[in-house]
């Protein structure tokens, strides 16, 4: 039996409302992440009285054009919570599996760790891996199920707890709940939402597992969609795209990698905008009709889409307003 809980309720905050769960019994827990989309399973994870005995990420790395070395979050967030945590270069290699195997742990709980588990790590834990994605599988496995889903308008999406195997995203799903996504929201907005729910989901999940009560479901590999990493090349606009597409495509990569377009020989990224009905006929596709502080009206393959508000791609984040009176606009500006 899969559980699944309504939209509203999960917009709401709330956990699903099931069968009352017996008292559980203890589980020896190792946690896998590496992003802040995995910190707020972590802090539910110790809030809930499921403290991970070891969590696991990445090690510290260098960002940025100086390339100083930042602490892992997931590290940093653990030490704070007082939890013992492990930096592997290579999670999967035999010196790491030796030293997980040596706690006996009954599960591993993975979110958001971007590493392929060999089948020698997979098969540590009692109960073997699970992991939170942040689709309703079998649709959107990959890297990036969040922008996918808007790109292509879905109304909702939600969180699939899985026990892992050897291929990406495909095992047997126990709990998925789901969530609408809202007709403004971004990826950005969209992911912090389901990072929250996937807390709540990884907590419900555990429960049951803690007391016998989980059961898995194999997925539908007929059904099943993918959901690759974005790349910067996937967010450039095509103006002869109708209005409505364009916005998704504006909303699926907001804030990264970025919705992409020229105007002349410079690169701007397009954060905000909304699908305007065009009253005067088509004109060409990425010609601005009017700018000014109600914001940039372009013309696209059908309506128009009204930029509301935009950045340099080196530059700060402004209203079309700002945008304006900054930027020369001459009759015949262009966008593409």
Not at 89 to 96: G, V
Not at 103 to 111: S, T
Not at 113 to 126: A, D, N, V
Not at 305 to 316: L, T, V, W
Request: glycine content about 8%.
């Amino acid at each position: 039996m899969r559980y699944r809980l309504s939209p509203e309720s999960c917009l709401a905050g709330g956990l699903p409302v099931l069968p009352a769960v017996p008292e559980r019994t203890p589980l020896k827990i190792v946690f896998f992440g590496s992003s802040d989309f995995a910190l707020p399973t972590l802090r539910a994870l110790k809030e809930h009285g499921f403290a991970p005995t070891l969590v696991v990420t990445k090690p510290d790395a260098p960002r940025g054009r100086g390339r100083k070395i930042y602490p892992a979050e997931v590290g940093v967030e653990a030490r704070e919570l007082e939890l013992e945590v492990a930096q592997p270069e290579d999670p999967n290699s035999e010196e790491f599996r030796a030293q997980l195997a040596a706690l006996k742990p009954d599960i591993a709980v993975v979110v958001s760790f971007g590493c392929k588990f060999s089948t020698e790590l997979l098969s540590i834990p009692r109960h073997g891996c699970i992991n939170a994605h942040a689709s309703l599988l079998p649709l959107y496995r990959g890297a990036a199920p969040i922008q996918h889903a808007i790109r292509d308008g879905q109304t909702k999406t939600g969180i699939s707890i899985m026990r892992m195997n050897e291929e990406l995203d495909a095992g047997d799903v126990m709990l998925q709940e789901e969530t609408p996504i809202l007709p403004r929201e971004t990826a950005g907005q969209l992911r912090e939402r389901l990072a929250d729910l996937a807390g709540k989901t990884m907590v419900r999940a555990l429960e049951l597992i803690a007391a016998n009560k989980a059961e898995f479901e194999p997925q539908d590999p007929t059904k099943a969609t993918r959901a690759p990493a974005v790349q910067k090349a996937d967010g450039v606009i095509s103006w002869s795209m109708p209005a409505h597409d364009i916005d998704l495509l504006v909303r699926a990569m907001t804030p990264k990698p970025g919705a992409q377009t020229r105007l002349g020989a410079k690169r701007y990224i397009v954060m905000e905008g909304e699908v305007e009905q065009d009253l005067y006929g088509l004109g060409v596709p990425g010609l601005v009709q009017s700018a000014g502080e109600e914001g940039i009206r372009v013309c696209t393959g059908k309506e128009l889409y009204r930029i509301i508000r935009i950045k340099p791609e080196n530059g700060r984040n402004m209203t079309a307003g700002e945008f304006v009176r900054g930027h020369a606009m001459p009759p015949d500006a262009r966008f593409g």
